[in-house]
């Protein structure tokens, strides 16, 4: 019989609703029922996509024994990871007290009071690997619980009070310490001699894309304009871009590479990372056509259609919004779905095309990959880019080739997708599709972020303003987090200036007031992950996180959004940056020393030191298309831009006023002012004039 996850909306409980585990989600009612009974709670933490998840699922979920032995034992509760990060949040620091390394499944042991007292990720059915097995762990713990309750909850008491110690210094001290004035240039060094000078990427394997460290060295490159520090993060996307974790038939990234050569990838896709390599891609574009590295950076502009390709045809909900994810299984194996064998493909496609896609991506006699695990197909291989066309016919042959074997593919078992609509993700993509669409003058990709703006503005927030996180099947459920109130703020200032409508940049000013009430803490300084309270449920310790994960912590970006509107907004200007200010300043030595983890925060003490810059571009009544002053100012690489057009004339909205105020066209031509600070440029008309004055002292 189904248990009570049948019910829940999230793809990844309804995964488990067979299972003969007693199953609760998380809420009041699973705690109050430890209580009453004094068990202790199994809290097991996954996703959908998660391989191992999927493992420890079939091998003791599954399992009668082990189910009867958890049903009589304890109370049993199910968490995605995804539709609550502030509970995945505190329990993965609680499992860092316990030395062991994060991540999932996590598999936590707490006290009635949601204490935890012990945690591991994965437990295998038997013991191997050395660990023991879950039936082990199981028994220990209960004969614990059972035997010495007093040592047991002095245990989890002590964790609780680390706990919070650990969140009440991760807001950091003032140290009183000035930034130096070439912060970005010495951490851009400091990233670059970790990348992979054959590979790119950080370290060896497993390699993750890790956008927003990637991201600090095209900034470090713009302020110092020294190659050197842009070349090993265009290394790394040309490389990720050829290797198999790009899906060369599909389009889309998968989560990382198991291997130091970008081949062998995790085959999962998650929404967040092709977001942020979109915003990646499109920014790198851009400099490598002003370097005039035309086919480079035509291969990009590939790579951001096919990835926004494979986005609206299997990840994107009628209703307008976006799917979560992509398992990485299909029929029970691992990347099953994307591989070929040559005897395939030369069925498919004929002789000749067969040896064109052979030459080009490496679909070999043996194969390029073997199933770790012994169940994938044999002799099959992972299409990854080795040679290119050497002709106008031989690409004509190879688009047609790619579009016959993604035809037949799709015929095949896909793997599962979490469906769910995650608001923070979601404005993650918006960012990314509104600056593809500004810097490489995209109207389809400015419309495709307007539309799905649009949705989460209309589906995810309440008729009182409420921010909520999920979206699935027309239902929008739990309070907004810090992610999604500092993403989607992000996303929508970004897409005001792409299509000049101020209404957008109102609601980010909402949104951040909102976070400022419901998620700050002045007294300490703290931007906290999530709500007071989930479903009833307060936890133990309101977790606060500075570090990036994947994507880039909520902390840093709130902090850039209310630097942006601390410049557009007089009237919230010096709260907004007081705020900022003390916010990062207390994490400045520290993210100095770890750059990779606190990347978010150091692109916003770049934005601090700076400031941002904007450009008011001043038309005259009746302008009509685009003409080159207002393309260089929209399509010229800055970090931190704002650009708002003006009609003389007609009215600005509110909050530009002062920005606006005294800016007119000179000689009846379109004129622009740059402006940084209190200080603005004199009246420019020329493109070249302000292309050169945009990149700043630099030369590309």
Request: aromatic content about 8%.
């Amino acid at each position: 019989m189904p248990n009570r996850l049948a019910q829940s909306p999230s793809p990844y409980l309804r995964q488990h609703a067979e299972n003969p585990v007693d199953w609760y989600p998380w809420g009041e009612e699973a705690f109050a029922r430890a209580r009453a009974e004094d068990k202790p709670i199994l809290l097991s933490i996954g996703y959908s996509a998660c391989h191992w998840c999927h493992v420890m699922a079939h091998e003791s979920f599954e399992d009668a024994e082990t189910a009867a032995q958890l049903n009589q034992d304890f109370v049993c509760i199910k968490v995605d990871r995804e539709e609550h990060p502030d509970v995945d949040q505190l329990y993965q620091q609680a499992l860092q007290l316990f030395d062991e390394g994060g991540g999932w499944p996590l598999t936590m042991f707490l006290l009635p009071t949601g204490e935890p007292f012990f945690g591991g990720t994965y437990y295998p059915p038997h013991d191997r690997w050395g660990r023991p097995s879950f039936r082990r762990v199981l028994s220990s713990l209960l004969t614990a619980y059972r035997s010495e309750p007093a040592k047991v909850r002095e245990h989890g008491g002590k964790l609780c009070e680390a706990l919070r110690e650990v969140q009440s210094q991760a807001s950091g001290v003032e140290t009183g310490a000035h930034l130096p004035a070439d912060l970005i240039e010495r951490v851009g060094t400091r990233l670059a001699s970790h990348i992979d000078r054959r590979e790119g990427g950080f370290g060896s394997a497993p390699k993750f894309p890790n956008p927003t460290a990637l991201g600090l060295l095209l900034r470090s490159f713009y302020r110092s304009g020294d190659l050197d520090d842009v070349r090993p993060g265009l290394l790394t996307l040309t490389k990720m871009a050829q290797g198999g974790i790009f899906d060369h038939l599909g389009g889309g990234f998968a989560r990382y590479s198991t291997d130091d050569k970008w081949l062998v990838p995790h085959f999962e896709k998650m929404l967040y990372d092709n977001a942020l390599l979109i915003r990646l891609y499109a920014q790198a574009q851009v400099l490598l056509t002003a370097m005039e590295q035309e086919v480079l950076a035509s291969r990009y502009t590939r790579v951001i259609d096919e990835t926004v390709g494979w986005l609206t045809r299997q990840m994107r909900s009628p209703e307008g919004g976006f799917y979560a994810a992509l398992d990485a299984d299909s029929e029970g194996v691992e990347g099953k779905y994307y591989v070929f064998t040559p005897e395939e493909v030369e069925r498919l496609v004929g002789a000749e095309k067969a040896a064109l896609l052979t030459r080009c991506y490496d679909v070999i006699p043996g194969g390029n990959w073997k199933d770790p695990h012994g169940h994938g197909p044999v002799g099959a291989s992972i299409l990854h880019v080795i040679d290119q066309p050497h002709d106008d016919e031989e690409e004509r042959l190879l688009h047609e080739a790619k579009a016959t074997l993604l035809r037949a593919r799709e015929l095949r078992v896909p793997p599962g997708t979490d469906d769910k609509v995650l608001t923070s993700w979601n404005a993650l993509l918006v960012s990314g599709l509104a600056t593809a669409g500004q810097l490489l003058g995209r109207k389809d990709l400015l419309d495709l972020a307007t539309a799905t703006a649009d949705f989460l503005l209309t589906a995810l927030r309440t008729p009182d303003g409420q921010l909520l996180r999920t979206w699935k099947d027309g239902q929008a459920r739990w309070p907004g987090t810090l992610d999604d109130h500092a993403f989607l703020a992000e996303a929508l200032i970004q897409l005001s200036q792409a299509t000049q409508d101020g209404r957008y940049l109102a609601t980010a000013r909402e949104l951040t007031e909102a976070a400022l009430r419901e998620l700050y803490d002045p007294e300490t300084h703290s931007f906290f992950v999530g709500p007071v309270a989930t479903d009833g449920v307060s936890l133990v310790a309101r977790p606060v996180s500075l570090h990036d994960s994947a994507i880039p912590s909520g902390v840093s970006v709130m902090c850039l959004n209310l630097l942006r509107l601390s410049t557009l907004y007089p009237s919230v200007r010096e709260r907004y940056l007081a705020i900022a200010e003390s916010t990062l300043l207390r994490q400045s030595e520290r993210a100095q020393r770890s750059p990779i983890g606190l990347a978010g925060v150091l692109h916003a003490l770049d934005l601090l030191q700076h400031g941002l810059t904007v450009t008011i571009l001043v038309e005259p009544s009746g302008t009509a298309g685009d003409h080159p002053l207002r393309r260089a100012a929209r399509t010229t690489y800055v970090p931190d831009h704002f650009v708002w057009v003006v009609t003389e004339g007609q009215p600005v909205p509110e909050e530009l006023g002062e920005l606006c105020e005294g800016k007119v066209c000179r000689e009846g031509q379109p004129t622009a002012y740059v402006c940084s600070g209190p200080r603005c440029s004199a009246p420019i008309t020329e493109a070249t004039q302000l292309i050169s004055l945009l990149r700043g002292a630099h030369v590309i």
